[in-house]
């Protein structure tokens, strides 16, 4: 097979993993609770966290070793290092995050006990190191991602059986009741370890052989990629900083039914993110890299530009304007439809405000997609990830500000997010406006996307959203309210057909 079906079968693999897992996990909610959510949810932050420290930088490194008949070896070699690196920078966070564990946490987990979640977890980390000879000799010298996605989605699937089968039925026979936190959060664990068990052993049983580490006689190779290693070991460090800082916030000023709530509105929220408005963002990014390859400034590459802003922009109002209107109005009716044993009026709060977030994470995602396709240039990426390691900088003071000063707990941590999105939004808002305008002024045209069609749905929108909020007295309590709802959302997506077919007939027409 090819590199591009090896990776369309490497995302197709995850993809269906993820999916069986979002099913069963569905099924598990009804058997768990916000404390039990919170729970798993730090212990699964610790064990990324820690894969992260031990494997990430080795995986990086090991692409730059020279392809000749030691780098089998020397694969081998430095992936076993993840295990030295578990043992000296993982062992702190494990015992920082959780054993060191509050009081709070002792009375959900006492028959349970912090000392056998910590067996556990280290076994676990073990494991999954353990695969990693076989994982990177698979990848960096088979380039097979054939076997490594059977591998991976095998063992996906077994941590969802393992997972679900040990907190309904292995549990209670443990004499834990089901659906109590010490239940739901073995079951998890067990699930876990059952993943990084069956990813060694799938490995082991395909490449039939013990992999070794021994000394390999190439001095100069090991020093140069030794010191790569420390070189990108603290950019990642960093870097991945940045990225998870909100969570060591989370999970180190909130409490474990807080950090079950939060957990449970992100990963529903942000489905709709995943689904619509990260496609869009890739193929975005992926088009608009194709127009300014070249030094010349070409008018038609500007045009095409123009156009596909213009059809982003297209889908972005009708979606957001769709998104912003119904979801905060029906959120109260659906939670308590679907989730009950998770309903509270703090949840249905922080809900709605979540999906206002959701409309600064799309503009961000969009606005950082064409910033990031414009300027490829040294010094503006260097200028970006200084601004951007001031905005963490500042979010991660936000988040503390708003969480341990205000105790604003949930919509605390939303509002941080929405301020540091604005930071974002405005400054990649800025500098494409300035490309925009340097290239109107070059090639003497002018940049339309044609707000002015988008009038009659936004209007339409504003009162029916007037009409919703005083007919329903603010939200939705009903299945006939949410019908009635429903036809307007209709009605709503009808007109938005009929300005789109308008626009297209004016278009045409001046053609």
Avoid at 135 to 145: E, G, K, P, S
Avoid at 155 to 167: E, L, N, V
Avoid at 211 to 238: A, C, G, L, N, R
Avoid at 354 to 360: A, E, G, K, Q, T
Wanted: proline share 2%.
């Amino acid at each position: 097979m090819s590199f591009v079906q090896n990776a369309a079968t490497l995302v197709v693999g995850q993809l269906i993993t993820k999916l069986f897992t979002f099913s069963l996990n569905q099924l598990l909610l009804s058997y768990t609770s916000p404390n039990a959510l919170g729970i798993s949810q730090l212990i699964e932050f610790v064990i990324d966290y820690n894969l992260f420290l031990s494997r990430e930088a080795l995986r990086l490194t090991i692409p730059k070793l020279p392809n000749d008949e030691s780098k089998r070896q020397f694969v081998i070699n430095y992936s076993y290092a993840s295990i030295p690196l578990l043992l000296v920078f993982g062992g702190p966070v494990i015992y920082w995050k959780i054993g060191k564990i509050d009081n709070e946490a002792l009375e959900f987990l006492s028959p349970l006990g912090i000392n056998h979640i910590l067996l556990m977890i280290f076994l676990s980390l073990v494991l999954e190191l353990l695969a990693e000879p076989y994982y990177n000799v698979n990848q960096h010298i088979m380039l097979d991602f054939k076997t490594r996605t059977r591998i991976e989605t095998t063992s996906g699937f077994i941590k969802c059986i393992i997972q679900f089968i040990s907190t309904i039925k292995i549990t209670p026979l443990m004499g834990m009741q089901r659906g109590d936190v010490n239940s739901y959060v073995l079951g998890y664990l067990m699930g876990q370890l059952s993943s990084s068990l069956s990813l060694y052993v799938l490995y082991l049983i395909h490449f039939r052989q013990l992999m070794k580490p021994s000394v390999v006689e190439d001095s100069f190779t090991e020093s140069i990629t030794t010191k790569y290693f420390k070189s990108i070991f603290v950019q990642q460090i960093f870097k991945n900083f940045l990225t998870v800082g909100d969570k060591f916030v989370i999970t180190s000023l909130l409490n474990f039914e807080t950090q079950g709530y939060y957990s449970f509105i992100s990963n529903y929220g942000s489905l709709i993110a995943r689904m619509l408005f990260a496609p869009i963002e890739e193929s975005t990014r992926i088009t608009v890299n194709t127009f300014f390859k070249s030094n010349k400034d070409k008018r038609s590459d500007f045009l095409l530009f123009q156009g596909c802003v213009s059809n982003v922009l297209k889908i972005y109002v009708y979606l957001l304007t769709l998104l912003i209107i119904f979801a905060p109005l029906n959120t109260n009716f659906l939670l308590s439809l679907v989730f009950k044993n998770f309903i509270t009026d703090s949840l249905v709060i922080t809900f709605k405000w979540y999906w206002v977030y959701l409309l600064f994470l799309a503009c961000n995602g969009i606005l950082e997609a064409l910033y990031q396709s414009l300027f490829a240039s040294k010094e503006m990426v260097n200028k970006y990830s200084a601004f951007m390691l001031m905005n963490s900088i500042m979010f991660l003071t936000t988040l503390t500000v708003f969480i341990s000063k205000f105790d604003l707990g949930l919509q605390g941590l939303i509002w941080g997010n929405m301020i540091n999105m604005s930071f974002r939004i405005g400054y990649c808002f800025y500098y494409v406006i300035q490309f925009i305008k340097f290239k109107e002024n070059s090639l003497k045209v002018h940049f339309d996307v044609g707000f002015a069609s988008y009038v009659p749905f936004l209007t339409a929108a504003g009162m029916l959203t007037l009409f919703q909020y005083l007919y329903f007295h603010g939200e939705v309590q009903s299945f006939r309210q949410f019908i009635i709802s429903g036809v307007c959302g209709i009605f709503l997506v009808l007109i938005a057909v009929v300005a789109e077919y308008q626009a297209k007939k004016k278009k045409s027409k001046n053609d």
